[in-house]
Nanobody, 116 residues
């Protein structure tokens, strides 16, 4: 079992930056990748950024020029920074951990609101 604790989110000014972190606990040796996804009302959940245990990174097409993902392996924690936030970035952001045996664990989500 893997548990995820999300931090960050909230109200961000348009043009500002968003910082999110996600700490995993439990059987972290099972984790193959961790990432952040988001879901806006009426839209499908989409990838923001993901980092694999190998260090490989994957970014969502809609944010790839504005987002950076990093990790602290010792703490089983990932960090995402997104710059130049826009109204379209408003969504609930979710952390996900994928395991070697293809299980998925999701955080409870954190609301991000962009103010103009």
């Amino acid at each position: 079992q893997v548990q995820l604790v999300e931090s960050g989110g909230g109200l961000v000014q348009a043009g500002g930056s968003l910082s999110l972190s996600c700490a995993a606990s439990g059987t972290t040796s099972l984790i193959n990748d961790m990432g952040w996804y988001r879901q806006a009302p009426g839209k499908q959940r989409e990838l923001v950024a993901l980092i694999a245990s190998s260090g490989a990174k994957l970014y969502g097409l809609s944010v790839k020029d504005r987002v950076t993902i990093s990790r602290d392996s010792r703490k089983s924690t990932i960090y995402v920074v997104m710059n130049n936030l826009k109204a379209d970035d408003m969504a609930v952001y979710y952390c996900k951990a994928g395991t070697w045996d293809r299980e998925e664990y999701w955080g409870q989500g954190t609301q991000v609101t962009v103010s103009s």
